[in-house]
């Protein structure tokens, strides 16, 4: 983790590098530094603080978030150049989208009680490699520059998974989405040399015997540890994500958490609330304005308090979705679920179409038009 004046120092760098990519982008120097203007007011509009107290370093990059490419890179620049055309080109050369969510199994060893592909789980896979390897030629002649791989249990179709990681030669940010099942050493380094920075990894409790209930497994949580330990020695990012339901959204269960999340020296942790998809459709799970607020709260504390440097970055997309709409739905990510059919994200659920049958930039399209169930779709910030 940087933070104090050598974080300044790398935000003063970047900071210089947008301004590159907003004349080379814009042509005009006036029109240029409104751009990086507006990209810098970003930070407050999106995540309620006005700066950045920790940075993650990671061989040689520089993160602030899991749902960008590492800076300096290629792909950092490629998503920087389309956030600056959305915002002053009427009809930007490229597409929006800054991440492909792919789910690539259907299979999954635990009952999880809130998977959202849970009513399409199978015990054989939906889709066929070349299907996958289609998307995937989709997303490099689209310049997608960041993919989240999961499922069900990613690690369940391994060799699958190492062979698509490889098509685009580098030129994509790969994350993992896992349970952490079946994640060890040996898998780990196989994932790191086929191209996978960084790992999200489930754990929905502090406390064990919570988190395999929840996961209805009773190893789950051993194997949280494992993955975590497997990653950090692979070279691996790792990142818990809870899922925040009720009985969670408080500073008490919140802190033991995240103090474990230090101690594991994990560097980011995702706050996903409870949402009415898969196994949790139909159900009173969404959480209240008392929960969100304790949610909230905790969120900016930890991530603007100078007493809190050493404790791991929260992402947290519930912030943004309610202060300034939903970046979902074609917009700036979108899913695609088991049976390859396209989703505004894994928890706005209503198919537009499947892969075998439809291309990204019409899926981008008709999703756009749909827009987030539950949030304003945010096309303009």
């Known amino acids: 983790m940087v933070v104090g004046f050598r974080a300044w120092c790398i935000k ?13 982008t814009l042509k005009n120097p006036i029109v240029a530094v409104k751009a990086l203007k507006l990209l810098a007011g970003q930070r407050p509009r999106l995540h309620g603080y006005k700066r950045d107290q920790k940075i993650v370093q990671f061989e040689g990059r520089y993160y602030w978030s899991i749902y960008l490419p590492g800076f300096p890179s290629r792909g950092f620049n490629d998503v920087i150049q389309r956030e600056i055309q959305k915002a002053f080109q009427k009809r930007p050369s490229q597409i929006p989208l800054q991440t492909l969510i792919l789910s690539i199994s259907s299979r999954c ?6 998977c959202f592909e849970g009513k399409d789980l199978s015990t054989s896979e939906l889709l066929s490699f070349s299907d996958l390897k289609n998307v995937m030629e989709d997303a490099i002649h ?3 520059r960041h993919i989240q791989i999961g499922g069900g249990e990613p690690m369940l179709r391994l060799n699958d998974l190492l062979k698509l ?7 994509i940010e790969f994350w993992l989405s896992t349970s952490g099942y079946g994640f060890t050493q040996e898998k780990a380094q196989a994932l790191k040399k086929s191209g996978l920075t960084g790992a999200t990894i489930s754990l929905d409790h502090w406390d064990k015997e919570r988190h395999n209930r929840f996961r209805n497994h009773p190893d789950a949580f051993d194997w949280v540890l494992k993955a975590v330990s497997n990653c950090i020695q692979a070279g691996i990012i790792p990142n818990l994500t809870l899922c925040v339901t009720r009985a969670m959204a408080n500073e008490g269960d919140l802190m033991k958490y995240m103090e474990m999340a230090r101690e594991l020296n994990v560097p980011f942790v995702r ?3 409870a949402r009415k998809a898969g196994n949790y459709a139909g159900k009173d799970i969404l959480l209240r304005e008392e929960e969100q607020k304790a949610v909230v709260d905790f969120y900016l504390k930890i991530n603007s308090g100078k007493q809190f440097r050493s404790f791991p970055i929260i992402q947290f997309p519930g912030y943004h979705q309610r202060k300034t709409g939903c970046f979902g739905a074609g917009n700036r990510y979108l899913h695609m679920d088991v049976k390859g059919d396209y989703h505004g994200c894994p928890f706005c659920r209503g198919a537009v179409g ?3 049958t439809m291309k990204l930039e019409e899926a981008i399209t008709l999703l756009q038009d749909q827009g987030c169930q539950l949030f304003q779709t945010n096309h303009h910030v």
């Open 12 to 24: 003063m760098w970047a900071g210089l590098i947008l301004l590159r990519i907003s004349l080379y």
């Open 109 to 114: 060893h635990y009952g999880c009680e809130h």
């Open 354 to 356: 499947n892969i075998r």
């Open 165 to 171: 990681m490889e098509i685009p030669k580098g030129t």
């Open 271 to 273: 706050f996903l609330e």
């Open 142 to 144: 689209n310049g997608i």
